[in-house]
């Protein structure tokens, strides 16, 4: 299993960016895929993932209406769009699956579970929004 994160960069503040995950080495028999970030010296928190058993997507409450993961099973990728980026966005930006099935607790950052927990990892990307 691997799994390729890139697309990072440098970006202005109200600017947009997409990432990408490819994966490689499995096709359709995960729980779920999405996105961590982490800052330096902060605990990594999970950004956004999508259940691959109905699609459905789960996102860090404070992303809403600005973050939007997606997939193309065909490609065997996995996209997160970001807009209306802000300085606080900059971190390295891990995407992570599951291939365990696994009960995940409410959590008040997402309104619900965040139901990833990252059996693989990719190597990250690194987003900078500064002007």
């Known amino acids: 299993v691997q799994l390729q994160a890139f697309g990072g960069g440098l970006v202005q503040p109200g600017g947009r960016l997409r990432l990408s995950c490819a994966a490689s080495g499995f096709t359709s028999d995960y729980y779920a895929i999405g996105w961590f970030r982490q800052v330096p010296g902060k605990v990594r928190e999970g950004v956004a993932c999508i259940s691959n058993s109905d699609g459905s997507t789960y996102y860090l409450n404070s992303l809403k209406g600005r973050f939007t993961i997606s997939r193309d099973s065909a490609k065997n990728t996995v996209y997160l769009q970001m807009n209306s980026l802000k300085p606080e966005d900059t971190a390295v930006y891990y995407c992570?699956?599951?291939?365990?099935?696994?009960?995940?607790?409410?959590?008040?950052?997402?309104?619900?579970?965040?139901?990833?927990?990252?059996?693989?990892w990719g190597q990250g990307t690194k987003v900078t929004v500064s002007s």
């Open positions: 992570a699956a599951d291939f365990t099935r696994r009960k995940f607790p409410y959590d008040s950052d997402y309104g619900g579970p965040f139901p990833l927990f990252g059996d693989y």
